[in-house]
């Protein structure tokens, strides 16, 4: 069960209120920097809906777009016009109308293999950092979104697979993915991950409540090992929330 020491639960009654909460807390992160601001995105379904929230009247007007820098977790190896590419979803649904188009940084998929493409991404955060190596009283992100895959995976980092013990390099090429669809991708590695202010973990609907109930009972499983150096917060729904879990007061 859970301990101390895990992560920050926090439950809302939907996905619709959770999208909301999630929103809070990136306009929580933008507001406690009066600079440059970096924000890692995710792909899957999870944040669907907070990237609608954002890109909608109500919520675009409060983002400081001309600060905030925009990056992604991993990428699955397609074109980028391809729709399964993660980071030409949140273009479509809120960057493109709304960012600077040199504040948004997607992973390079035109390469050659993942390998090319996560070592070209790997040199675009190092000069955005300016450093080749990460200090953790500096982090790289002052927001990292997440997801947690029914297998327990979370960005391109699957259960068993070599790049999940990656502590050298900040981005790794990955051959074959563990889930739907089986295309190669590239992702940061959890070192890079975890070099953030917060990590907000997005875990809604009913079909994510055994997945969840193995994290929340303290699985090895990637989802559970990603923290940030900073707070590390599992926003869920009620929907998605073990039966024999109580929600927190």
């Known amino acids: 069960m859970m301990?101390?020491?895990?992560?920050?639960?926090?439950?809302?009654?939907?996905?619709?209120?959770?999208?909301?909460?999630?929103?809070?807390?990136?306009?929580?992160?933008?507001?406690?920097?009066?600079?440059?601001?970096?924000?890692?995105?995710?792909?899957?379904?999870?944040?669907?809906?907070?990237?609608?929230?954002?890109?909608?009247?109500?919520?675009?007007?409060?983002?400081?777009?001309?600060?905030?820098?925009?990056?992604?977790?991993?990428?699955?190896?397609?074109?980028?016009?391809?729709?399964?590419?993660?980071?030409?979803?949140?273009?479509?649904?809120?960057?493109?109308?709304?960012?600077?188009?040199?504040?948004?940084?997607?992973?390079?998929?035109?390469s050659e293999n993942p390998d090319c493409s996560a070592e070209a991404y790997a040199r675009e955060l190092q000069v955005f950092y300016g450093a080749d190596r990460l200090d953790p009283a500096r982090p790289l992100f002052d927001l990292v979104l997440m997801g947690a895959g029914p297998d327990g995976h979370t960005a391109s980092l699957f259960p068993g697979y070599p790049e999940l013990e990656e502590t050298r390099r900040w981005v790794v090429g990955v051959p074959k993915a563990n889930v739907s669809p089986f295309v190669p991708r590239v992702s940061l590695t959890l070192p890079t991950l975890a070099s953030c202010r917060e990590m907000l973990f997005q875990i809604a609907g009913q079909d994510k409540r055994p997945i969840l109930t193995r994290l929340c009972n303290g699985e090895n499983l990637p989802a559970v090992r990603a923290h940030s150096n900073g707070e590390t917060v599992w926003l869920v729904d009620k929907a998605a929330l073990p039966e024999d879990i109580r929600e927190p007061r």
């Open 3 to 110: 301990t101390a020491d895990q992560p920050k639960l926090i439950v809302e009654a939907d996905a619709e209120a959770l999208a909301r909460a999630a929103a809070e807390r990136v306009m929580a992160r933008i507001a406690a920097n009066p600079g440059q601001i970096a924000i890692c995105l995710t792909g899957g379904s999870s944040p669907k809906k907070l990237y609608e929230l954002l890109g909608s009247e109500a919520w675009r007007g409060r983002i400081p777009w001309d600060r905030v820098h925009w990056f992604i977790g991993d990428e699955r190896f397609v074109p980028a016009s391809d729709p399964l590419n993660n980071m030409a979803v949140a273009r479509a649904t809120f960057l493109d109308r709304n960012a600077p188009a040199e504040h948004i940084h997607p992973i390079p998929t035109a």
